[in-house]
């Protein structure tokens, strides 16, 4: 077995590229194959990377598909004005539908206004799915993220009821992928399924990418609530008896404000947050997200039920 | 961080027994690759079953299913980096439907950790997972000769596994083997070389991961480039562009190439490399990339650019294969399948079914009907030619999946040959 000396190694073709190029691979395949697909965009830092790899598989040309976004109007307004500045600056044709209209049209009954949002999602997701007959919806999930991510392939069928049956997965080899689907079915594709915590942070790095403001260290109004610091907003108020503190952090991921934690950070550019996430012994979703600590399972569940 | 460093896709085969969850859990926990959340949760679920110590295997059960029964049901993929590389793990349930998993994760791989427990040495399963290895052509195979702490790190026990291993594993073409004494109880030879082994001279196991040279194995020299998607921005700016995206399979090309296209065997010269981030002299294999022609020929997805000097591929509509069945429903010879080859989708049939391959003695047998986790030889007819070369040569191009038309199911992985 050949091996590699250190100071001996002479390719530049990075574990960057080799990850650009594999997504790069997925996106066309998906451009080619699938009669009417969408890209999931919300704004956050893994779509804006999907972003960036659209243009490198599409430009000169415009995307062969529009972005859409499920809001659940429970978003950060920083992240939210991201959104729309990205897709404006790319020329790119951006479907926005809310969480509101579902709960309008009954199919969302919401209990509790300042309840997290995430599990019903899947609702106006699939609604949209359905108004507009996507076969196929590009997502950036990434199998580092969660325990049942990383058994998800690729290239994910969901039935028509837009349900994941991770027992009764389609085989994946090489990268040869089925992107078959009969009408009123649909295939959920993660092109950045390979793609770790790190190397999105160093992809935005070396891109140069525009990612919210909320990324980077600032200074914000706290509460701490069973073990979690968590965000004051005008959805999240604190109780009588909790203390309102300033602190500085900034979020690892950015979802719904009433159920994303942000991190104590002094971390202001993107080098410095490299080396935080090198260093860094807690998991990006359990240092951030409330809702997947609920169980074991909560992940597995919501994607079971549509959720991408 | 080095500019340099590079991905590594490894899988390990072998059972619970050999320590393999434990050899994984090794790898991830010496390299600091475990977080503090994911330690705490399995370590509460290990207490909830009453274990003694924390079981590193529920690191890659990631469905309800799995924890509820102890079992893992598909393959995991786990991710780590050094310093030097990065590198992805396709875990690999070592019981039913193993062969399926392991062609699976077998396919996309650079390298195999075969596990063995000293104390047994080979056994007919390491026969099995040799063979799986060697028949989805895993270019590097390490063994990994475990539980060295239970014959008193032994070296003339380990000479004389790795004495047999190495005349099977010749006699299935596998020629770059690697063989690491370890213990991964102990964390001998895994990521630290320990001090038990002192007689051991090569690399821990970490050590010859972060070494091993895989820029080779793809075909450096023949240019293949499966067209997958037509660009026609058909803009003011862009009026005149037509661009042939896709992903270099094997070798390279420079401006100014002359190129063959098959099927349609005409030639023409490679006007221009275009990227996202500028145009390029020369483009290699894996690169994405865009192509611009001199001439004007008819060019769709599914056909192939070759350099017009180099090798050229077969260009048929019947070829043989060996074929692994991955379907519940057994293989129906009346009916017709599609086959996805490259970028090229064909329905075809199977005009003879040769033998089937029984993974654990390698004895052939007469079949007519294939199961789930069967190998066997085919010979196979497509509607239209594919362009293809023998999967010996180039794993890209001689791979294929064959897909139900009726269930749109994954039914068979097959390399040509």
Known sequence: MKLVEDNLRKHTFTHLDALESESIHIMREVAAECKNPALLFSGGKDSIVMLRLAEKAFRPAKFPFPLVHIDTEH????????RDKLAADLGERLIVRSLEDSIKRGSIVIKDENKPRNPFQSVTLLETIAEFGFDACLGGARRDEEKARAKERIFSFRDEFGQWDPKNQRPELWDTYNTRVHPGENI????????TEMDIWEYIGREKLHIPNIYFAHEREVIRRGGNV?????????????KVEIATVRFRTVGDMTCTAPVESTARTVDEIIVETAATRITERGATRMDDQTSDASMELRKKEGYF | ?????????FITAGSVDDGKSTLIGRLLHDSKSIFEDQFSAISKTSEKRGMAAVDLSLLTDGLQAEREQGITIDVAYRYFATPKRKFIIGDTPGHEQYTRNMVTAASTANLVVILIDARKGVLTQTRRHSFLASLVGVPHVVLAVNKMDMVDYSQARFDEIVAEYKVFAAQLGLHDVHCIPLSALNGDMVVDRGENLGWYEGPALLELLEKVEIDHDVNTSDFRFPVQWVCRPQTEEHHDFRGFMGRIEAGEVSVGDEITILPSGRTTTVKEIDTYDGKLQTAFAPQSVTLTLEDEIDISRGDMFVRSSAHPPKVEKEFEATLCWLSEAPLDKSRKYLVKHTTRTAKCLFSRLDYRVDVNTLERHTADKLHMNDIARVAIKTQQPLVFDSYGIDRATGSFIVIDEATNNTVAAGMIA
């Open chain 1, 75 to 82: 978003n950060f307004p920083e992240v939210i004005a991201c």
């Open chain 1, 188 to 195: 959920r594709v993660f092109p950045i399924s390979n793609w």
């Open chain 1, 230 to 242: 968590i965000p004051v907003s005008h959805l999240v108020q604190p109780k009588p008896g909790e």
């Open chain 2, 1 to 9: 961080m080095s500019n340099t460093t590079q991905l590594l896709r």
